[in-house]
Nanobody, 121 residues
Framework: QVQLVESGGGLVQPGGSLRLSCAAS????????IGWYRQAPGKQRELVAG???????NYADSVKGRFTISRDNAKNTVYLQMNSLKPEDTAVYYC???????????????WGQGTQVTVSS
């Protein structure tokens, strides 16, 4: 029905860069907002960056100036460019979308399965 598939995670050294991608597929009528969350071991899941259908963005204070979120509406894909990575960025990163399926008139939240980002020397 609806799938969010993340890619781009991996192991990088401090100061390095990664670009995460999340492609939404299925019978999607509309996406009102889409973004990235992360969860480190023993910690709560937190919002990293989000973008609305109108193009407004929101970032966690810890990543401002280092991460950039963007969208490709034609591909229903969201990206997270991560620069100047730090060890504290290590976490599982999850894609989240608030969308409406064509067959319904209700909004719902959908999650990807996550992609591991590890920042270590």
């Amino acid at each position: 029905q609806v799938q969010l598939v993340e890619s781009g995670g991996g192991l990088v050294q401090p100061g390095g860069s990664l670009r995460l991608s999340c492609a939404a597929s299925g019978n999607i009528f509309s996406i009102s907002a889409i973004g990235w969350y992360r969860q480190a071991p023993g910690k709560q899941r937190e919002l990293v960056a989000g973008i609305t259908s109108g193009g407004s963005t929101n970032y966690a204070d810890s990543v401002k100036g280092r991460f950039t979120i963007s969208r490709d509406n034609a591909k229903n894909t969201v990206y997270l460019q991560m620069n100047s990575l730090k060890p504290e960025d290590t976490a599982v990163y999850y894609c989240n979308a608030r969308l409406m399926v064509i067959a319904t008139v209700r909004w719902g939240d959908y999650w990807g399965q996550g992609t591991q980002v590890t920042v270590s020397s």
